[in-house]
């Protein structure tokens, strides 16, 4: 046996979340991950108003708020059969776009950077050179020996008022750090310029959405801000989107380039074996065609193969979790009995989260997945990306089954579903030029029905199930990405995929796994995390604290 590992807690993510991991001559050799928040919204929805749900759901997160909205409301249109308007649909697209935009640049910055960026070691680094590299590198609106010394000057007061907040407890000047001085100042300025640009593109929400977090335009139907489409607000809306992607193209993409270009041997570190994704970013009414990322199913790493995915072959397994135990079940059969218990990672229960399978086979969702599915199926927009990628960094295409090709894919959609922006707003312009406000469809509320609304959202594939019985619900299931992502091991021991990922990841020093961070943080978990270090030689137990 090796030594177990626990972070106590990892930081940097949204909610519970426990990893641990054994550790022997260097390397992770097992892995658990346990979700430590019960979260019940289900039982809660139990005879309420269908049209309740979505107003419910998205309050599961405060980060990824307009993604349950919009999945629970197009679960109910199913379930009604409406159809909405062309105008509905592309403001949806819109709002969609704008939280990828949006979430991607704060997982990339805030969130996963510091996992590859030493910012103590920007202390060290020269402005000048920093000045002259950042010129070579991209077309940041920033830069120059004065503002990176400025930059500079600005840490050096940080780390000297000793008060580091989100900065402390790190792990600065690990050997796993590979970056030189002057690209960690370029890395730390970049950090800093993030944090304005996302908040701007927040706005984007509120233009169409009313607010943000938790958005109230989405209604059955449609949408209800007709009155919102004036010229004013849709030039609004275009300025801040080109701003945001401006910032993409020119800050975030070179960024993701230069770090990956110290860290090209993470791309055989971190990955996994299956693949879903819904897809999602409708752009006409024949879906799954028309979906601007595609739709499918990869097993085995095999492009070739790939098959569309199909909502009939999911189950949800608890025999690990948390719950009574049960047979696996599909969403619209799922039952939410919570039954709490020991933590027994080697042979019992030890999860709040379901284990969801695909087919019986644990996937990974995310852009990961979507930019699979996407090159698998030859979309030209990712295609051309990818292949364009891979060249620069001179690695192969065996490189993105990896935390390295996570953290690039999730860039790379970034650009894409940007792009794709513009063509949605000239549309919604067209629209509204030609005399075409229409928003929303009339429906009516059957005694009884079932429905399912399917969409891939930032962290991953989302899916909603609600049956409606006497005009209220009877059962209401959703799974989640990150109950893909980080759910445990199933009723057959097949680990999730997060716990297959960490296997094989090196940890240099116990007391520090940085590199453990850096898989569990490339599928950028919704649930807040605890990782132990256990020597079961001496049991003792380090409790580490990160940020």
Not at 265 to 285: H, K, Q, R, S, V
Not at 341 to 369: F, I, Q, T
Not at 394 to 400: F, N, S
Not at 421 to 435: A, F, Q, S, V, Y
Request: proline fraction near 6%; include cysteine.
């Amino acid at each position: 046996m090796g030594k177990r590992i626990t972070i106590d807690p990892i930081t940097r993510i949204e909610g519970h979340l426990r990893i641990e991991v054994e550790v022997a001559e260097g390397k992770v050799v097992n892995a658990w991950s346990s979700g430590q928040m019960f979260r019940g919204i289900e039982i809660i929805l139990k005879g309420r108003d269908p049209l309740d749900a979505p107003h419910f759901t998205q309050r599961s997160c405060g980060v990824c708020t307009y993604t349950h909205y919009l999945c629970s409301v197009r679960a109910i249109e199913d379930a009604v059969d409406v159809k909405i308007p062309d105008n509905a649909r592309i403001i949806r697209n819109l709002l969609h776009g704008a939280q990828f935009l949006h979430d991607h640049i704060i997982h990339f910055y805030h969130l996963h950077a510091l996992d590859w960026v030493d910012i103590v070691s920007a202390l060290k680094a020269d402005p000048a050179g920093t000045a002259k590299a950042a010129d070579n590198l991209s077309n940041a609106p920033h830069g120059g020996t004065r503002y990176f010394k400025n930059i500079q000057e600005r840490l050096q007061t940080f780390v000297d008022s000793g008060q580091l907040g989100p900065l402390n407890n790190a792990y600065w000047g690990h050997p796993a750090y590979k970056l030189p001085p002057e690209a960690n100042l370029m890395a730390s300025a970049h950090y800093l310029e993030a944090l304005r640009i996302q908040a701007r593109a927040a706005r984007m929400h509120a233009i169409f959405g009313g607010k943000n977090p938790h958005l109230q335009s989405l209604v059955v139907g449609g949408v209800t801000c007709v009155k919102d489409l004036t010229p004013d607000r849709i030039a609004e809306f275009l300025h801040i989107w080109k701003e945001t992607l401006d910032f993409v193209k020119n800050v975030y993409i070179p960024d993701l380039l230069a770090v990956a270009s110290f860290y090209k041997d993470w791309g055989a570190i971190g990955g996994t074996t299956n693949f879903l994704a819904w897809g999602d970013l409708p752009e006409g009414e024949k879906e799954p065609d028309s979906l601007f990322m595609p739709r499918g199913v990869i097993m085995n790493r095999n492009l070739a193969g790939m098959k569309m995915a199909k909502q009939e072959k999911v189950t949800e397994h608890v025999v690990r979790s948390w719950y009574e135990k049960d047979k696996a079940r599909h969403p619209f059969d799922g039952e939410t009995k919570p039954e709490h218990g020991e933590y027994k990672p080697d042979s019992g229960r030890y999860s709040w989260l379901k284990a969801p399978r695909y087919d019986n086979e644990p996937c990974e969702v995310g852009p990961l997945a979507r930019v699979l599915v996407a090159y698998g199926k030859g979309k030209q927009e990712i295609k051309d990306l990818v292949d364009s990628t891979l060249k620069k960094l001179d690695i192969p295409v065996a490189a993105l089954f990896s935390t390295l090709g996570r953290t690039a894919a999730r860039g790379l959609e970034t650009i894409a579903i940007g792009n794709a922006m513009e063509g949605w707003i000239n549309e919604l312009i067209e629209n509204i030029k030609n005399g075409n406000t229409k928003t929303y469809e009339p429906w009516e509320m059957p005694d009884k029905a079932v429905g399912c609304g399917l969409n891939d959202v930032a962290r991953g594939s989302l899916g909603h199930w609600i049956k409606i019985e006497n005009k209220k619900i009877k059962n209401y299931q959703y799974v989640v990405p990150s109950t893909w992502n980080l759910g445990p091991r199933c009723a057959k021991g097949k680990l999730g995929p997060v716990e297959e990922a960490l296997i094989g990841t090196p940890v240099a020093d116990p007391k520090r796994p940085l590199e453990v961070l850096r898989t569990v943080h490339s599928f950028d978990p919704c649930i807040a995390c605890a990782v132990h270090i256990i020597d079961p030689d001496s049991n003792e137990v380090y409790k580490i604290r990160v940020t």
